[in-house]
């Protein structure tokens, strides 16, 4: 048997890939809604049963707003979605009116850094929610693999934010993801990681709203007007399973 045909088998695994080439089975994905973003990441979205890492300076970018029509995606299919940790108050008439169920939108608040990343763990190895979004700034490698392990076990999407500053930190997620705000309004993604070659340069994308830079000193001022203004969202929690 030659050497190609014994690597085969290997290279049909989704966790093997070869260098200048994506994955050649990849994961089950969630349209991004960005045909940019999509045609950039493996598989054409978002990944289902893997780790998303992303990373920025503070909140506000437009990293919600990157994400809510594959939460739009979700919804038409009658998924929950979980936040954990969110470092905002949420504005529920503008997430509702971004299509958002919020009947079908849980959020947990853990007092300490270490449940977050538990109270995620076990949202993914429940196997309930179809996307997970967690903040954890303090999170370790360790962590974050504790999470990609959770997330590989299920069918969701799973999410963590963390500082730009963790970059230069070994990661078992297999997407990484670095983003900031131009000065144009728009979004620049870094693909730090994927499951293929790297990208040449980062993407800009035009979000539904102008994304803009929040500094740190300014906490209730986030990813406009989905935080930060208005009516806060508070939910009580309830059975994923309802």
Do not use: C, N
Not at 130 to 147: E, F, I, K, M, T
Not at 190 to 206: D, I, T, V, Y
């Amino acid at each position: 048997m030659g050497t190609s045909a014994a690597l085969s088998p290997l290279l049909a695994r989704p966790d093997i890939w070869r260098g200048d080439q994506f994955a050649s089975a990849p994961l089950p994905v969630l349209p991004s809604g960005f045909a940019d973003l999509d045609a950039a990441l493996p598989g054409g979205g978002w990944p289902r049963g893997a780790l998303t890492e992303i990373l920025l300076d503070g909140s506000g970018v437009g990293e919600i707003s990157l994400l809510l029509p594959a939460l739009q995606t979700l919804r038409a299919g009658g998924g929950w979605t979980l936040l954990v940790a969110p470092p905002f108050p949420l504005h529920a008439p503008a997430w509702l009116a971004a299509g958002i169920d919020l009947a079908r939108l849980v959020i947990v608040s853990p007092a300490r850094a270490d449940e977050a990343l538990w109270a995620a763990e076990q949202a993914l190895a429940s196997h309930a929610p179809g996307a997970v979004l967690a903040w954890a700034p303090r999170a370790d490698a360790r962590a974050v693999r504790r999470l990609q392990v959770a997330a590989a076990g299920s069918m969701a999407a799973a999410f963590l934010f963390r500082p730009a500053s963790a970059r230069s930190e070994a990661s078992a997620a297999p997407l990484r993801l670095a983003l900031a705000a131009t000065a144009q309004g728009e979004l620049e993604v870094e693909l730090l990681k994927r499951r293929g070659p790297p990208l040449a340069a980062p993407l800009r994308l035009a979000l539904r709203r102008p994304a803009k830079v929040i500094s740190r000193e300014s906490p209730r001022e986030y990813d406009a007007p989905l935080a930060g203004s208005g009516p806060a969202l508070r939910l009580q929690p309830q059975p994923l399973s309802a």
